[in-house]
């Protein structure tokens, strides 16, 4: 995806009066919002880049709601658990979806959801996007991207990869990178970049798109190698670790994102106060430091931004398995 035009302080600036407007016009109904505590619910495993967003804004979140946020992980079947857990819950504002960008993708690629993606949600705010670092290995013996190209040449077949599901875009990314570069790896799926990362740390597979804020410790440590970055940019904290389009792959640029969403029918008295609140906690100098340091971008858009944000992302993806006729098992 390319570069957002989404993500400015003016912009954000923005938003946070249209939240504030939008918050005093519903007047003692959004104050009366939430009568208790919130939930959260992280489509994986602990330790992955959605789930490290999550427990950064939690405090704030907790202090601006002046109620519990808590944190529900609900691995499993590529987020399709959590967001199932999501859409059938009571409509109340108190149960949030905080998404990675296979809620865009999981209706691509998988028969029957057991909810609409478009019909059975409300957004809130896209929170954030982040470019995804190629992680590997420690002791792959590779150090850049060209280097395990000529690696998995050598050893067609032989070496895993690790996902956060059948139909993520991290196994995407790697698919159009192996046909790119003309090397077969096997797939491996995990429940999560934390699950994905254990598995690299103990060399059960080679590499991951990952987060740079689910690796960063283990890349500081050594225990993990950073080949490449899928911005447009390098990372200010891997100064020395090129892009993908600086290491061969014009065009190779990719994000991941992070939304929230609340069931449809949500009153939009919530709706206003949870968007106002999402967005006041991203622009906490706290919290966008922590961001910051991840390799995360704030961004905190309009709910109707979201949408479009979503429906492009779908069509994108629409039309890459087109051109690819890449199967899922």
């Not at 993500?7 to 009066?17: M, Q």
């Not at 789930?51 to 946020?69: C, F, H, N, W, Y």
């Not at 990362?197 to 804020?213: C, D, H, K, P, W």
């Not at 225990?223 to 020395?240: F, Q, S, W």
């Amino acid at each position: 995806m390319g570069s957002s035009t989404l993500n400015n302080n003016s912009l954000r600036f923005t938003l946070g009066l249209i939240a504030l407007f939008a918050y005093a016009a519903f007047g003692t109904h959004a104050q009366t919002f939430p009568t208790k505590p919130v939930t959260l619910v992280v489509p994986f495993a602990p330790g992955g880049g959605s789930d490290i967003v999550a427990r950064t804004l939690q405090p704030k979140l907790t202090e601006r709601l002046g109620q519990s946020v808590l944190v529900d992980n609900k691995p499993g079947a590529s987020g399709v658990i959590a967001t199932n857990a999501v859409a059938k819950a009571a409509a109340d504002g108190h149960t949030l979806f905080l998404s990675w960008d296979t809620h865009a993708i999981n209706p691509v690629v998988m028969k029957d959801l057991p909810y609409d993606t478009f019909k059975d949600f409300v957004p809130v705010t896209l929170l954030a996007r982040l470019p995804l670092v190629m992680g590997a290995w420690g002791g792959l013996p590779a150090n850049n991207l060209q280097e395990f190209i000529g690696l998995a040449k050598r050893q067609p077949g032989k070496l895993n990869y690790a996902s956060v599901g059948s139909g993520s875009s991290n196994r995407l990314h790697s698919e159009n990178l192996h046909k790119l570069a003309q090397i077969e790896l096997a797939h491996i799926p995990y429940k999560g970049g934390g699950p994905s990362i254990q598995a690299m740390l103990t060399g059960e597979v080679a590499y991951s798109f990952l987060s740079y804020a689910s690796m960063r410790s283990h890349i500081q440590a050594g225990k993990l190698k950073a080949l490449a970055v899928t911005g447009d940019k390098r990372i200010a904290d891997l100064p020395n670790t090129p892009t993908m389009i600086e290491s061969g792959f014009p065009g190779f640029e990719a994000y991941g994102w992070i939304g929230i969403f609340a069931p449809a029918g949500t009153p939009e008295a919530a709706i206003a106060r949870l968007h106002r609140e999402f967005v006041v906690a991203l622009s906490d100098p706290d919290v966008l430091r922590r961001l910051h340091a991840a390799g995360v971008e704030a961004i905190g858009s309009t709910p109707q931004e979201l949408d479009q944000w979503v429906r492009k992302d779908y069509d994108k993806w629409v039309k890459f398995l087109r051109e690819t006729k890449l199967r899922f098992e």
